[in-house]
């Protein structure tokens, strides 16, 4: 599977932004997928997660009650909506995606990534 992820952009606090991640394969429906997220000189840490269906999800709690995730397989696409962004939100985000059928909040479970796109959110 192989991931391109797009939809990142500077916006005010307050604002919201819809991030794409397209994959390429006939496998995505078969394929947990995440968003996670890493600022300058810190760890990328974990942001969302969508079961194969669609069906679960999963949340850091950093992001619950603002950030959705979604999915349409149909279009080998996983969203990530992003509302009422904070400064702090700013950072490269990266699609992520594995095979089997846990929720895994840890980047070291996934086994491919996208190149990442960068949402910048100012005071």
């Known amino acids: 599977v192989q991931l391109q992820a797009s939809g990142g952009g500077l916006v005010q606090a307050g604002a919201s932004l819809r991030l794409s991640c397209a994959a390429s394969?006939?496998?995505?429906?078969?394929?947990?997928m995440a968003w996670f997220r890493q600022d300058a000189g810190k760890e990328r840490e974990f942001v969302a997660t969508?079961?194969?269906?669609?069906?679960?999800?999963r949340y850091a709690d950093s992001v619950k009650g603002r950030f959705i995730i979604s999915r349409t397989n149909a279009k080998n696409t996983v969203f990530l909506q992003m509302n009422s962004l904070k400064p702090e939100d700013t950072a490269i985000y990266y699609c992520?995606?594995?095979?089997?059928?846990?929720?895994?909040?840890?980047?070291?479970?996934?086994?491919?990534w996208g190149q990442g796109t960068l949402v910048t959110v100012s005071s």
């Open positions: 394969g006939r496998t995505f429906s078969s394929h947990v």
């Open positions: 992520a995606a594995h095979r089997q059928l846990a929720l895994y909040t840890e980047s070291r479970a996934y086994e491919y």
């Open positions: 969508i079961s194969s269906s669609g069906g679960s999800t």
